[in-house]
């Protein structure tokens, strides 16, 4: 258990305040393995020893470091410029709306409805909140969807069940497995089970491969990827030539960001945990897609002046300020990056609300192929 005294929480609330702080110390959960944060932090406040810590069932470290700005503050106020914030946000929503526009006429001409069935498994809050957050997206387009809870002790066997009846359900077009599934389990044989013409997640292994491979075509691409790429293209980022660095390289980001970014003609480095000095390799890209999981893992001086940093990282912070007792950061300090890149996301409102954008979009694209509807 870690433990962080009063002192520690007031500065780390000035960091929130942003511009005025130019040292700010900040508790950070290592969230790799942390995403069943709103109940881990609610865990948190429960006890009476401590201001907060790192529950047993998640990961047992806790770090405490420093995300300043300290070499820049001196023109924090005047002359400095900020890189461009590609609002994700602001272009999921119009993304959403061209779905919707492409829904409405399909339904018209053919009188088909996507449909999109989410397999929840558990009771972890933060996949509960994701899987809500979802049905209402679907809503606002006009998906159909469907939904299959099953509690933490179910077998493989009864997924298994879920996923050949929506398999065989003509009016589903997606199936997502929500992740990451209880650890008795068996990942692979699940994602393995979903038809690849309905694998919305892109995770089915044929689609990966596909997507590794000259000359072939996934189905499907993973949506947190396709999400990143789409905000550099409508965003008329350059990606041809360019180096380009992920760092992390899970199958259902990092990896995949990867084969994207190659296939859009990058020149791709991966750092991953056993990366040697990773900054010496991020210092030299013109594009960072971060995928770690470890908030304001990247600092101001890991980035080379004018790059462009798209942060998938969603790490939940204590804040006492806000209602829900924590704040979500990326993987990138924030305040430090914006001085030195040329256009950067933010978290919330960055890569997160692309991924749900995507999900539609790839359910809308297996509709249309089902029902050969152009
Ligand atoms: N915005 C969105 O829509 C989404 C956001 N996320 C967020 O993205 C982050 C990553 O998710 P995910 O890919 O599933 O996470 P994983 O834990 O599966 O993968 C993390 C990757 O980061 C690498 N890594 C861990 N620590 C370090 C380090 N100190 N230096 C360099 N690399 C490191 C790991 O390396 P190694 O392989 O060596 O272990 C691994 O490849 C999380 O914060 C998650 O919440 C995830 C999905 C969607
Ligand atoms: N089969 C499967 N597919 C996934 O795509 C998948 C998954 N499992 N498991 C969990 C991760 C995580 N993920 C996110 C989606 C949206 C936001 C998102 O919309 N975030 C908002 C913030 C939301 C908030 O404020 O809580 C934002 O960044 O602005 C974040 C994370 C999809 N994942």
Known sequence: MALIDTASTMIFTDYSSSSSSSTARLLLFNTAKLRNFPKTISTFRRSNSLQFGIS????????ITHCSSSSTSAMQVNNET??????????AQDIREEIGVEISRMKEEIGIVPGLAVILVGDRKDSATYVRNKKKACDTVGINSYEARLAEDSTEEEVLNHISKFNDDPSVHGILVQLPLPSHMNE??????VCIEKDVDG??????GRLAMRGREPLFVPCTPKGCIELL?????????????VIGRSNIVGMPAALLLQREDATVSIVHSRTKNPEEITRQADIIISAVGQPNMVRGSWVKPGAVLIDVGINPVEDPASPRGYRLVGDICYDEARKVASAITPVPGGVGPMTIAMLLSNTLLSAKRIHNFR
């Open 56 to 63: 047993s069932r998640t990961s047992p470290r806790t770090i």
């Open 82 to 91: 900020f890189a461009k914030v590609i609002d994700g946000k602001r272009v």
């Open 188 to 193: 692979q044989n699940i994602l393995n089970a």
């Open 203 to 208: 995770f089915h292994p044929l689609n990966i």
């Open 233 to 245: 293209h409508r965003y008329d980022i350059p990606i041809k030539g360019k180096r380009a660095v």
